[in-house]
T-cell receptor, first 112, second 115 residues
Framework: RKEVEQDPGPFNVPEGATVAFNCTYSNSASQSFFWYRQDCRKEPKLLMSVYSSGNEDGRFTAQLNRASQYISLLIRDSKLSDSATYLCAVMGRGSTLGRLYFGRGTQLTVWP | DADVTQTPRNRITKTGKRIMLECSQTKGHDRMYWYRQDPGLGLRLIYYSFDVKDINKGEISDGYSVSRQAQAKFSLSLESAIPNQTALYFC??????????????FGPGTRLTVL
């Protein structure tokens, strides 16, 4: 079983729409979670960290559900510039502390 | 100036050739990582190093080797390249001393094609 599972999409939404991505993880002891954004042929860049029950940054909200072992990313009022691939990542625990396990990425296209 | 640099940015080579990909960082981070990315498979960890004397295998280390020459340099070698090693390779760094110590900072990537 993979450490992190993520719906690859693609998601195609109009400007102004709200879109949500989910990601499940297998290690119930995991403590640190992240969302990265990756533009086409570019390197991933940290979008948000999720350390507790969730956090918000402008139009972006990241949530964590420990009981069901999933994290989500909500994007409100989508912009054309939000088009990218969104990768979830989970920090390892114990002997794998310091390693990040990435999902496959979810591709988002926002159209005018 | 880029904090994490990778050379070369693009490389086309032939099966059986030895290839070295280099990563340098000016961030002063102790931890460095090598990933490969294939379409539909996300990022997979090849090797990682938590300091100059520490080297660890990741998920897919077979066919690869690494060298941590200094805190700032971490090289990835393909001893005998094969076509299924065609991928986009990323180097990354992190620093456990930072408040956001889990964040990894990625280089721009090296696109490798093995014919």
């Amino acid at each position: 079983r993979k450490e992190v599972e993520q719906d690859p999409g693609p998601f195609n939404v109009p400007e102004g729409a709200t879109v949500a991505f989910n990601c499940t993880y297998s290690n119930s002891a995991s403590q640190s979670f992240f969302w990265y954004r990756q533009d086409c042929r570019k390197e991933p860049k940290l979008l948000m960290s999720v350390y507790s029950s969730g956090n918000e940054d402008g139009r972006f909200t990241a949530q964590l559900n420990r009981a069901s072992q999933y994290i989500s990313l909500l994007i409100r009022d989508s912009k054309l510039s939000d088009s990218a691939t969104y990768l979830c990542a989970v920090m390892g625990r114990g002997s794998t502390l310091g390693r990040l396990y990435f999902g496959r990425g979810t591709q988002l296209t926002v159209w005018p | 100036d880029a904090d994490v640099t990778q050379t070369p940015r693009n490389r086309i080579t032939k099966t059986g050739k030895r290839i070295m990909l280099e990563c340098s960082q000016t961030k002063g981070h102790d931890r460095m990582y090598w990933y490969r990315q294939d379409p539909g498979l996300g990022l997979r960890l090849i090797y990682y190093s938590f300091d100059v004397k520490d080297i660890n295998k990741g998920e897919i280390s077979d066919g690869y080797s690494v060298s941590r020459q200094a805190q700032a340099k971490f090289s990835l070698s393909l001893e005998s390249a094969i076509p299924n090693q065609t991928a986009l390779y990323f180097c990354a760094t992190s620093d456990p001393g930072l408040a956001s110590y889990n964040e990894q900072f990625f280089g721009p990537g090296t696109r490798l094609t093995v014919l």
